[in-house]
C-alpha cells in the first residue's frame, strides 16, 4: 500500500469524541494500524469460511458469519 494514513481525519474524530482528551503525536498512526489489521484479521477468516463452505467467492454471508468472532478476538 503506498498511500498513507488520513491523520488529520483520524485526529478531527477523535476530537469530535471527546475533546478534552489528550493525545500523543502518533496516536493516529496507531488507530489506523489497528484498523487494518482489524480489516486483514476479518478478510482472512471470511476467507476460510468461504473455503469451509467450497465457495471461491467470500460473500456478505460468510463475513457476517465471523465478524463477531474477529470482534471478540479484537478487543483483547
Known sequence: MKRTAPRRAIKAIMKKQNPTLRMETNIDLLIHLNCLLFLQRLATESR??????????????????????????SKG
Open 48 to 73: 476460510l469460511k468461504a473455503c469451509e463452505e467450497k465457495s471461491s467467492v467470500i460473500k456478505p454471508e460468510h463475513i457476517k458469519a465471523v465478524s463477531k468472532i474477529v470482534l471478540k478476538k
